[in-house]
């Protein structure tokens, strides 16, 4: 799962650099070169970097939360063996991130305790609840869609080490989009009792879905250094839009209605986009600030795991201290 980290990270004030050290830098990023991880780079783009890795680090760790949930109550064996496969992918894409940031300069050990002490964030899609099977059809089809478009931007990056690991993440999230595609057609195919159930559940995904790419572009607060230095190389809007010029026409194909206001979605000829009605974006604000329905008890989770691991973790470094020695 992919974010719009720009817009969630608060950077201080950038160091003091040198102007000539800066200009050069920043040459090399309009000259579409890639920066690694020995290279030397300004504060706020190690900064803004390891950031931005880091949140898209934990809501792969985080996404793992609420498929989890149903691989012991998957309709089928088939089912169940892609969705343990499908969770164990975001668990790895997750300790791949992870790596990332420890690269940039902090320990896993830091970035745990952070997430777990709510000090930093996860994507705002995680934060809800997952109460039948459709629901874990739509994440797949929906929120796996949206993260492989705003994936694909961030593989042309200006960050070797980060786009690197985005090319190998979305070779996985395409079979990660294909086995949504196929529970929701199949939903769609089958009894007036499931098309209810998948109509249901786009309901309350369809939303955080177009929430997914981050707020307008008019409220962001770090999307212009994020553009400048190419971490992101295209704007939340623009994203938003095609997405839905993406799913909407897919979503009317399939004979599914859209929350809310039906009928602000259409095709403009005139603009060759589809027009949509804007999600709430207070609610999108409250989760991203801790309090979205699922927050609490997914961060606890978490901190479960990562107490109960506390033993395991000691013992390992300890056996790696006295090999060393």
């Known amino acids: 799962m992919s974010v719009s980290a720009g817009d969630d990270i608060k950077l201080g004030p950038p160091h003091a650099e040198d102007p000539e050290r800066l200009a050069t830098f920043q040459a ?21 970097m390891l ?20 691989i ?29 940031v420890e690269d940039l300069g902090k320990t896993r050990d830091e970035i745990l305790r952070d997430l777990i002490a709510g000090r930093t964030k996860y994507h705002n899609v995680f934060n809800y609840p997952v109460p039948t099977w459709a629901d874990v059809a739509m994440i797949a089809w929906l929120v796996d869609g949206a993260a492989i478009m705003n994936q694909k931007t961030l593989a042309d990056g200006s960050y070797g080490p980060y786009v690197r690991t985005m090319k190998r993440i979305n070779m ?18 089958g009894t007036p009792k499931q098309k209810q159930m998948a109509q249901e559940a786009f309901n309350r995904w369809w939303p955080p879905s177009v929430m997914f790419f981050g707020p307008p572009d008019r409220k962001s607060t770090q999307g212009a250094m ?37 009928s602000a979605y259409r095709f403009n000829p005139d603009t060759g986009h589809w027009t949509f009605e804007q999600p709430d974006w207070d609610e999108f604000y409250r989760v991203i600030r801790g309090q979205g329905p699922c927050n609490e008890r997914r961060i606890a989770l978490r901190r479960f795991s990562y107490e109960q691991g506390a033993w395991v973790r000691r013992a390992i470094l300890g056996q790696l201290s006295a090999t060393a020695a």
């Open 28 to 48: 090399r990023i309009d000259r579409g070169e890639l920066i690694e991880r020995d290279d030397w780079m300004p504060e706020d783009y190690r900064l803004g």
């Open 51 to 70: 950031r931005m890795a880091e949140h898209h680090g934990n809501s792969e760790i985080m996404g793992a939360l609420p498929e989890g949930e149903w």
């Open 72 to 100: 012991t109550r998957a309709p089928n064996l088939k089912r169940k063996l892609a969705l343990i496969a499908k969770v164990q992918d975001e668990v790895g894409h997750g300790q791949m991130l992870y790596r990332v």
């Open 172 to 189: 996985e999230e395409a079979f990660h989009f294909k086995h949504g595609e196929d529970m929701v057609l199949t939903l769609m195919s």
């Open 226 to 262: 994020f553009l400048r230095y190419r971490l992101k190389t295209t704007t939340n809007d623009d994203l938003r839009q095609r997405f839905v010029d993406r799913f909407a026409p897919a979503a009317r194909a399939l004979g599914l209605r859209f929350p809310g206001d039906d």
